[in-house]
């Protein structure tokens, strides 16, 4: 049962450009949301975060949505740049889950030249 | 250290032996995860460390899978007579509080 679902395995955009990474969840108790960017042979670090009481948060060059009646959010990066280059996961908690995070499958985001 | 280590970075065995791994938190972080990657999929929760409270251990797959945390810092993860399935990135991170995890590079896990 995967409640956090990420369908696009894999995305390329060019330099520039704007990223969107997509994420949908199915549990209706999730309140807060986060984006990690992974490299390879790394851990996952932590890129920017909503609570569901906002709709919009941003952080520079990245910006997370979230659309609660839909369970969908959204990063969007702008303007994309190789080192944007990795995988984002999203990944989603409740409160009262004791910080534990249920994340998505990954994206693969590929910036080009 | 500055970061959260884990040991060793790649380990291989045989099916039915038993493998420890590693992680060192970021000194002063209260808690502690444990997930696993496998491949093609998300992170997966295994057991969740807080202070001096019982552990979280709802996302053990099985009881072959254990882990323990002394003395509130040092992690180790124990799988006995592991499987193939067992094959994954397994991740600790720590935390001082709330959501703010910083995740080590990962033991990758392969049973062969």
């Known amino acids: 049962d995967q409640q956090v679902k990420q369908n696009s395995p894999s995305l390329s955009v060019q330099e520039g450009r704007i990223s969107i990474l997509n994420c949908d969840y199915t549990?209706?108790?999730?309140?807060?949301f986060l984006w990690y960017k992974k490299y390879p042979a790394e851990g996952p670090t932590f890129l920017i975060s909503i609570s569901s009481i906002k709709d919009k948060n941003e952080d520079g060059r990245f910006t997370v949505f979230l659309n609660k009646s839909a369970k969908h959010l959204s990063l969007h990066i702008v303007p994309s740049q190789p080192g944007d280059s990795a995988v984002y996961f999203c990944a989603a908690s409740a409160t009262g889950g004791g910080n534990k995070l249920t994340f998505g499958t990954g994206t693969q985001l590929k910036v080009e030249l | 250290g500055a970061g959260v280590s884990q040991s060793p970075s790649n380990k291989v065995t045989e099916k039915g032996k038993d493998v420890e791994l590693r992680c060192d938190p970021i000194s002063g972080h209260t808690a502690l995860y444990w997930y696993r990657q496998s491949l093609g999929q998300g992170l997966e929760f295994l057991i969740y460390f807080q202070g001096n409270s019982a552990p979280d251990k709802s996302g053990l797959p099985s009881d072959r899978f254990s882990a323990e945390r002394t003395g509130g810092s040092v992690s180790t993860l124990t799988i006995q007579r592991t499987q193939q399935e067992d094959s994954a990135v397994y991740l600790c991170?720590?935390?001082?509080?709330?959501?703010?995890?910083?995740f080590g590079s990962g033991t990758r896990l392969t049973v062969v």
């Open positions: 991170a720590s935390s001082p509080r709330g959501y703010g995890y910083t």
């Open positions: 549990n209706s108790m999730f309140d807060y």
